[in-house]
């Protein structure tokens, strides 16, 4: 692949030279440019490479202000030493928002995504799961910070969502647990809910990850989950029907 280091400190530059060589020696780095202007005439001029290292603030303004002058094919990996810039930088569908000062295994993360959503570009998509998507119009990823970054999480990969103490947690099917700053009846309004279902007032489960269901106290439900978790599931009494009927949608 192809990468563009816009960065207008030279130190700063070197590292991610130095760990892009370390990391993936057969990335070819083809420019580095310290300014918006430098970076808006050579952008004008030649074939966008497949990502750019790119600072926010450079040496003559924002480098957001490239965006609005034109239209960048390359992959975005944001190099920064603040973090308020990070939701404007995922609104130009960066693939990461990293913090300086910048380490190896943050960088290779990030060149991960980059290197599976180029193999997900080359396949032919699932028709199928095209229309429906296309038909629903609902939200297909979430934003966590994660450590001093941000990160996607796909909406497929979630397993459960839960509320505790005025928090939302997102649960993924590996276990791990995602801090999402939105509340759970604002997350249900975007979901999918032929997958996701709100089994009570502090839970909401993706049918795709229901292993069992068991017979509970008081005519209640009990839902068994394959993702390892110490949480349980009770289907409310009020929920009952609509629950039924949606697992055998």
């Keep these: 692949m192809t990468v563009l280091i816009i960065e207008d400190e030279i130190n700063a530059c070197e590292h991610l030279r130095r760990l892009l060589q370390k990391i993936r020696p057969d990335y070819i780095l083809i420019e580095h440019l310290d300014s918006v202007e430098d970076s808006l005439n050579w952008l004008e001029n030649n074939p966008h490479p497949d990502l750019i290292l790119l600072d926010i603030q450079l040496s003559d303004g924002i480098s957001f202000e490239l965006f609005n002058h034109i239209k960048i094919d390359s992959s975005i990996i944001f190099t920064t030493a603040y973090d308020q810039f990070a939701l404007q930088a995922f609104k130009v569908n960066s693939i990461d928002y990293l913090l300086k000062p910048i380490n190896e295994l943050e960088l290779e993360s990030a060149i991960q995504k980059l290197e599976q959503l180029h193999i997900a570009k080359t396949i032919a998509p699932d028709l199928t799961e095209l229309i429906k998507h296309l038909s629903t119009g609902k939200k297909n990823r979430c934003l966590v910070k994660k450590g001093n970054h941000y990160e996607f999480i796909s909406i497929k990969d979630i397993s ?39 089994i009570n007032r502090k839970q909401v489960v993706n049918i795709n ?12 439900l009990k839902i068994q989950l394959d993702t390892k978790t110490d949480i349980e599931f009770i289907v409310s009494r009020g929920k009952l029907s609509e629950f039924k009927n949606w697992v055998d949608s």
């Design 160 to 198: 459960f969502i839960h509320s505790d103490d005025s928090l939302t947690f997102l649960f993924t099917k590996d276990g791990q647990r995602h801090i999402y700053t939105k509340t759970l009846q604002t997350i249900m309004q975007e979901l999918d809910t032929t997958q996701f279902f709100q």
């Design 209 to 220: 990850n229901v292993e069992k269901i068991h017979p509970f106290l008081n005519q209640r």
